[in-house]
T-cell receptor, first 109, second 115 residues
Framework: KNEVEQSPQNLTAQEGEFITINCSYSVGISALHWLQQHPGGGIVSLFMLSSGKKKHGRLIATINIQEKHSSLHITASHPRDSAVYICAVRQGGSEKLVFGKGTKLTVNP | EPEVTQTPSHQVTQMGQEVILRCVPISNHLYFYWYRQILGQKVEFLVSFYNNEISEKSEIFDDQFSVERPDGSNFTLKIRSTKLEDSAMYFC?????????????FGQGTRLTVV
């Protein structure tokens, strides 16, 4: 059974700050997803990673397979980045995603 | 941009009643999923569906639950006799021909309230 741990649980930042959210998992995976959940509840996929690093705009996601760890970075944070960021992993041979509890990010102007 | 759509956005039902939650996945996707999120908790997998049959299910997905793809475009989750603890946000998701190797796209969710 794969356990997915995220840190921190809550994060408050000032506009413009560099943000890092961490995710660790316990068992080997085929892919790791970073997702964003807004207060209305909808979930948006940000990245799917199996190795290395991906960048999209101000968002960067990295993964270290050997250490079973991934980070999501937000550069030049903005109040509209305020949301819950969720890490989810998929084990090889399984289609299901196992979710972390999420990190609630609040960016103040 | 293609998206997964779910209806209704919010449903209130009496305990013991049957509910059907509906989803229209992205049109060329082949893998379909239901997840749920109880208020304040993490998202949990319920079931995956491929080639017109269940490919994987969790222990939550008991005989109370069923899924169907009735007409080639809709994907439904039926709860036969709802309980108070079924109150949650239910998310439908779909992914492309690569299955686990492709990104999953989520709908906006249906908030189910059982009273």
């Amino acid at each position: 059974k794969n356990e997915v741990e995220q840190s921190p649980q809550n994060l408050t930042a000032q506009e413009g700050e560099f943000i890092t959210i961490n995710c660790s998992y316990s068992v080997g995976i085929s892919a790791l997803h970073w997702l964003q959940q807004h207060p209305g509840g909808g979930i948006v996929s940000l990245f799917m990673l199996s190795s290395g690093k991906k960048k999209h705009g101000r968002l960067i996601a990295t993964i270290n397979i050997q250490e079973k760890h991934s980070s999501l970075h937000i550069t030049a944070s903005h109040p509209r980045d305020s949301a819950v960021y969720i890490c989810a992993v998929r084990q090889g041979g399984s289609e299901k995603l196992v979710f972390g509890k999420g990190t609630k990010l609040t960016v103040n102007p | 941009e293609p998206e997964v759509t779910q209806t209704p956005s919010h449903q209130v039902t009496q305990m013991g009643q049957e509910v059907i939650l509906r989803c229209v996945p992205i049109s060329n996707h082949l893998y379909f999923y239901w997840y749920r999120q109880i208020l304040g908790q993490k998202v949990e997998f319920l079931v995956s569906f491929y080639n017109n049959e269940i490919s994987e299910k969790s222990e939550i997905f008991d005989d109370q639950f069923s899924v169907e793809r009735p007409d080639g475009s809709n994907f439904t989750l039926k709860i036969r006799s709802t309980k108070l603890e079924d109150s949650a946000m239910y998310f439908c998701a779909s992914s492309g021909p690569g299955g686990e190797r492709t990104e999953a796209f989520f709908g906006q969710g249906t908030r189910l309230t059982v009273v």
